[in-house]
């Protein structure tokens, strides 16, 4: 087994006897009777019989070997906080975290959503809840009461960990209050808060509900709470992502598959070793920063560098300064912070000595030519691309240089990884697309391998409904990517083929940000469309039709409705949906049969012949948008 495509091949054609080699890769406390249980299509159900737990597999079975090695590097320059804790300082902190979450009430099975910045404790709150069993549901602190107001309603937790705020770009941004609101919008209402607090901001504190997490610490210092072994199908998390309805989708992942499929992507795909070092640049609130800041390199008996901070403050270089201070081995990041790291001085490229980095990792959004050019010849580094969702947990599409040595192809993130079936589909027949250069729908044939998607949690029909279709024989997964095949079998992805924008590497619902706009009371109807931006791949644009007119008679009127528009979205969503353009329009452009023409908009933002117009019922609102723009 020494070629990639032999790899392959047995992980789709032999694919219990692959598995279960791969799943020689963790420790077990009962082994698997089965591999892959796929008698109930499209639900898989990986590692049958099997017990396990997550957080052994991180922490609990280095702490054997390399007790005194550096498991977590957190680095904030934000606060200028910089702690390593070794994995036995991990194995305590985790461990105190556990008790304090029992002592709060929660118990295997319950939710704990956890709403933090960037701080050390996220990753004791994550870890420990999936050492007890408890389900963690991170939300992204960049998202604001309302989005989380729907989580906690739809996630149930007993428990909410939440900190007094977070900081960006040297700003204070508070989360207590917006955590205090989103509890009063919500249906359901949490027994207990957890409050780090950092001492950034005062807040205020709800008796009997919000409890100090620093005073409960003291209590437990010396606890021990053994890991809880877990069937392989318990949900380990859940994690919410936007789709084409409004309703953010809770991905839940079960416990063993996703367990085997990190340990196996840090082997295969990023050759990752113990006592190497993983610098990834996401955030704990997305999926990146479950599998590769928390868990993947944890698994690996790597240290992981957690980082709070922007890239370029206190200088655009502050990102090689700590590779070389570190000694980082792995860099995962995203193409809009290397787009932005590209307004800097070139030479803070090369000022620092980086000689213990192998690679550079982007996912999230298209990585375009000239970026990926500029960053490979900056660093002297290859740059290795890699598709995936929060769906999959891992990459669907990359190179796996740890199986063989395998080339890149700038634009393309490479070829399928094993255990994903990928297929190109014809958008209107449904069939199959062998040839190259076709372009059709990504898809992927059931199962999917460990480490996907079990279900939307609470919700078995949502998924089936949402992702998977019937194609003669078989059923298929939609990534809702459009994508071509080269005549080498590589892949280049084209973009959504529904409702869903990708700015600055963050996936959006349009119609989650419609929602949130219409309920300003002088919007009538709204569209939100994504938009080539040269730093963010895509940026949201509003194009509003107003009830009252008259409150857009000159442009500071229409400033001032743009600008109160702009801060409904940042309350109730956060500012990572704000729309960086509202547009008024008299009417919004529709066909005669009344369906929007997002296409055309999106034309002629970016300057594009809209196509074919023949179906338009009145071109007036487009002239106002190319005339807007001027
Ligand atoms: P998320 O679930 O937030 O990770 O977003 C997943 C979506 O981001 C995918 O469906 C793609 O549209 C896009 N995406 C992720 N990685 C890449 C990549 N390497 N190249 C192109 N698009 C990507």
């Not at 994550?126 to 602190?141: D, E, K, P, T």
């Not at 309603?153 to 960006?168: H, M």
């Not at 932005?340 to 982007?362: F, G, R």
Request: with cysteine; net charge negative.
């Amino acid at each position: 087994m020494n070629t990639y495509a032999s790899f392959y091949q047995r992980s789709i054609h032999e694919r219990d006897a692959f598995w279960a080699e791969q799943a020689e890769l963790i420790d077990w406390q009962v082994k698997p009777t089965q591999i892959c249980d796929y008698s109930k299509p499209p639900f898989a159900h990986w590692f049958v019989d099997g017990t396990t737990n997550l957080c052994h597999n991180a922490v609990d079975r280095h702490v054997k070997d390399r007790a005194d090695q550096a498991a977590l590097i957190y680095v904030s320059t934000e606060t200028g906080q910089e702690v390593t804790y070794s994995f036995a300082q991990l194995h305590d902190e985790v461990q105190r975290m556990a008790a304090i979450l029992q002592s709060l009430g929660v118990k295997q099975g319950d939710r704990v959503l956890i709403y933090l910045p960037m701080i050390a404790e996220a990753a004791f709150a994550m870890l420990a809840c999936v050492r007890i069993g408890a389900i963690h549901s991170v939300v992204f602190g960049g998202f604001a009461s309302h989005s989380l107001a729907t989580r906690i309603d739809d996630a149930t937790p007993v428990l909410v960990i939440s900190a007094d705020a977070g900081s960006r770009g040297g700003k204070v941004v508070p989360y207590k209050p917006l955590l205090d609101e989103a509890i009063t919008l919500s249906q359901h209402k949490p027994k207990a808060v957890l409050m780090v607090d950092r001492g950034l901001t005062p807040f205020t504190s709800v008796p009997g509900r919000d409890h100090d997490y620093a005073g409960l610490r003291e209590q437990h210092m010396n606890a021990q709470v053994p890991c809880v072994w877990l069937d392989a199908a318990h949900p380990s998390y859940t994690l919410y992502t936007s789709g084409t309805t409004g309703k953010p989708k809770g991905v839940q992942r079960d416990t063993a598959g996703y367990t085997v499929a990190l340990a196996a992507s840090m082997q295969h795909i990023f050759e990752g070793q113990a006592g190497q070092v993983y610098f990834s640049t996401s955030d704990i609130g997305w999926v990146v920063g479950h599998s590769y800041i928390i868990y993947g390199p944890l698994i690996a008996g790597m240290a992981t560098l957690m980082y709070e901070g922007l890239p370029t403050r206190p200088h655009g270089g502050v990102w090689w300064e700590l590779v070389e201070k570190y000694k980082v081995t792995h860099m995962f990041s995203a193409p809009t912070a290397v787009r932005v790291l590209k307004k800097q001085d070139p030479a803070l490229l090369s000022k620092y000595d980086i000689s213990s980095l192998k690679a550079l990792y982007l996912a999230g959004e298209p990585l375009d030519e000239p970026t990926a050019q500029w960053i490979a010849e900056g660093l002297g580094k290859p740059i290795i691309d890699n598709y995936w969702q929060t769906e999959t947990g891992w990459p669907i599409l990359t190179v796996a240089n740890g199986v063989q040595t395998m080339a890149s192809k700038f634009g393309s993130p490479g070829v399928p990884m094993y255990g994903f079936n990928v297929k190109l589909l014809d958008d209107n027949s449904g069939e199959e697309l062998t040839g190259a250069q076709e372009k059709g729908v990504v898809v992927i044939e059931g199962p999917l391998p460990p480490g996907c998607l079990q279900t939307l949690w609470g919700d078995d029909e949502r998924f089936v409904k949402t992702y998977w279709q019937s194609v003669p024989g078989k059923l298929v997964y939609s990534t809702f990517d459009w994508g071509v095949r080269d005549e080498d079998g590589y892949f280049y992805i084209l973009g959504r083929t529904d409702d869903v924008i990708n700015v600055a590497g963050h996936r959006l619902g349009t119609r989650e940000i419609e929602e949130s706009i219409s309920s300003h009371p002088n919007v009538a109807e709204v569209a939100v469309v994504g938009v080539a931006d040269a730093l963010k791949g895509q940026a949201a644009m509003a194009f509003v039709v107003a009830k009252d007119a008259s409150a857009l008679v000159d442009s500071a009127a229409r400033l001032k409705l743009e600008g109160e528009i702009m801060k409904l979205v940042d309350s109730q969503l956060g500012a990572v949906a704000r729309p960086s353009r509202v547009l008024f329009l008299s009417l919004l452009p529709k066909t005669r049969s009344g369906k929007l023409l997002r296409r055309a908009i999106q034309a002629v933002c970016e300057n594009r012949d809209p196509g074919d117009l023949t179906t338009i019922d009145d071109p007036t609102p487009l002239h106002q948008i190319k005339e807007q723009l001027a």
